[in-house]
């Protein structure tokens, strides 16, 4: 059974940093994009941050320069650092990947979302 894991949410000050970590596990073929979403409360969910199996990363323009996107193909993991945290990043950060599943001699792609982990930040 796939998984994906998150941990390193919380509660911090403004101006304060975190660490996301999300774990993959299970019977995977291949780890391909893995991202970081968020959905505050009365909003829709929307990307923060992308990673390609290569190490290409995708930041959106409003965490650009405050979190860094990193993954570790050896342990499955990919991070999300955060600094200079605002207030308005408060919100559920959910960790997202496209794995490569396969059985026999067939592949196949599919989506898995974490379970999502909470981040307050006070003002």
């Known amino acids: 059974q796939v998984q994906l894991v998150e941990s390193g949410g919380g509660l911090v000050q403004a101006g304060g940093s975190l660490r996301l970590s999300c774990a993959a596990s299970?019977?995977?073929?291949?780890?391909?994009?893995m991202g970081w979403y968020r959905q505050a409360p009365g909003k829709q969910r929307e990307l923060v941050a992308d990673?390609?199996?290569?190490?290409?990363?995708n930041i959106v323009d409003s965490v650009k320069g405050r979190f860094t996107i990193s993954r570790d193909n050896a342990k499955n993991t990919v991070y999300l650092r955060m600094n200079s945290l605002k207030p308005e990043d408060t919100a559920v950060y959910y960790c997202?990947?496209?794995?490569?599943?396969?059985?026999?001699?067939?592949?196949?792609?599919?989506?898995?979302w974490g379970q999502g982990t909470q981040v307050t930040v006070s003002s």
């Open positions: 997202n990947a496209d794995l490569t599943l396969s059985y026999g001699s067939s592949f196949w792609n599919r989506g898995y």
């Open positions: 299970g019977s995977i073929f291949r780890i391909n994009t």
């Open positions: 990673i390609t199996s290569g190490g290409s990363a």
